[in-house]
């Protein structure tokens, strides 16, 4: 069983992910910088699948491997809730 710890990791970078994406002003004012944060939160969640993928539930996998990163936050925050019950 992944830790608590690295999916809390996990899930800040899929939040970071979010925020980056929902930045207008950034948008706006540096595309190009959004769309380099961007890139780098995504490298990132990609490492970390890499780096992770023999301890991820089945589930949790399947969401990454299919860049349903939505669905792996709010299962993500679903577990932590669960665990902290």
């Known amino acids: ?3 608590s ?3 809390e ?3 800040d970078l899929l939040r970071r992910r979010l925020e980056v994406i929902g930045d207008r002003a950034l948008r706006e004012s540096d595309p190009d910088h959004q769309f380099a944060l961007l890139r ?3 490298e990132a969640i990609t490492a970390f699948h890499d780096q992770h993928q023999s301890s991820l539930p089945p ?3 399947h969401f990454l491997e299919n860049a349903s990163l ?3 936050r ?3 925050e679903a577990e932590l809730a669960r665990r902290s019950a």
């Open 40 to 42: 780098d939160v995504s």
């Open 1 to 3: 069983m992944i830790p």
């Open 74 to 76: 709010e299962w993500i």
């Open 70 to 72: 939505e669905k792996a």
């Open 5 to 7: 710890s690295d999916l």
């Open 59 to 61: 589930r949790l996998r």
């Open 9 to 11: 990791t996990l899930l």
